[in-house]
């Protein structure tokens, strides 16, 4: 017969599991992948470092994992933004400008997820995340074609285009050793970054 854990123990395997997510990713938002290095990983949640290997078989899957639940959270942001009552292109802007000015608030996050250097495991999953990104922008562009707020175009080559542009105005920005950047220039960047998008995609 097949042991099976008890509720008790299941919800302990639970929270460690958390933990340890919890505290890679607040490691990443401190000083980027480099930052969260098992040994610090197994600190911050109050583990022994063998014991972060019970749940992840290896720090990429681990990043991978914390990388695809932040992915998932700003999915689901985007797709309340997208869907919102308003004009597409309306829609648009909002959607283009929530996603840089999150991005400027957490950038070592941001970076970490979008540019930083790591592996190829982490980097086959920011292709797959970039590709959930672009469905939701080719989604939003295909309804405002339909609607007429668009002119007709190749929503998934414009989706691709939109979100490749804004995420690389932002890795100058974001990255390791870059200004801070003030809200005022925050402000003026976002606004920047959206009218691209917009006259991107409008007549």
């Known amino acids: 017969m097949p042991y099976r854990h008890s509720a008790l123990m299941q919800d302990r395997l639970a929270d460690n599991r958390a933990r340890i997510m919890r505290a890679t990713r607040q490691l990443i938002a401190r000083g980027g992948f480099r930052a969260a290095r098992i040994t610090a990983v197994a ?8 014991s972060i290997y019970r749940y992840f078989p ?4 681990l990043f991978i994992e914390v990388l695809t639940a932040a992915v998932s959270h700003e ?3 985007l797709e309340r933004i997208a869907g ?6 309306q829609r648009l802007k909002n959607a283009v400008e929530s996603f840089a000015r999150r991005a400027l608030e957490g950038r070592n996050l941001a970076y970490a997820f979008i540019a930083e ?6 980097d086959v999953a920011r292709m797959r995340s970039r590709r959930e990104f672009c469905q939701v922008f080719q989604r939003l562009l295909t309804g405002g074609i339909r609607s007429g707020e668009f002119p007709p175009q190749d929503a998934e ?5 939109i979100f490749g542009a804004f995420t690389e105005a932002l890795v100058g920005p974001i990255a390791p050793g870059s200004k ?5 220039a925050r402000t003026r960047l976002t606004a920047a970054i959206s009218r691209f ?3 991107a995609v409008s007549p």
């Open 43 to 50: 600190a911050a949640a109050g583990l022994s470092t063998g």
């Open 84 to 89: 919102a009552p308003a004009a597409a292109p």
């Open 180 to 184: 801070a950047v003030t809200p005022r």
């Open 157 to 161: 080559v414009a989706a691709a285009c």
């Open 58 to 61: 290896s720090q990429a899957q």
């Open 75 to 77: 999915i689901e942001l």
């Open 117 to 122: 250097p790591i592996g190829a495991q982490v």
């Open 197 to 199: 998008c917009l006259s």
